[in-house]
């Protein structure tokens, strides 16, 4: 199974990003930080640094599973833009 940022106490958030409180370089561009809306919406948040990162602590509380994730109703997502 891959690690997900779901899964990792060192995942942090900020008003509109998500970022590694150890400094590691999340993100396709490697910006450092994943827009928060993918946490909004439940997207994947499987990245390619955090699947051998040796700062990598999973949360006790299991994985965290797709139907789990997000709280963002896609349909009211795009009727309020």
């Known amino acids: ?5 779901y899964d990792c106490l060192n995942a942090r958030t900020s008003p509109t990003h998500i970022y590694c409180q150890k400094g590691k370089m999340l993100g396709t561009a490697n910006s450092g930080f994943i827009e928060l809306i993918r946490l909004y ?5 499987v990245q390619a640094i955090c699947q051998k990162c040796e ?4 949360m006790d509380g299991g994985t965290v599973f797709p139907k789990d994730r997000g709280w963002l109703n896609l349909k009211d997502l795009k009727e309020s833009k």
């Open 1 to 5: 199974m891959s690690r997900t940022l």
């Open 41 to 45: 919406r439940g997207n994947p948040l």
């Open 55 to 58: 700062d990598f602590d999973e």
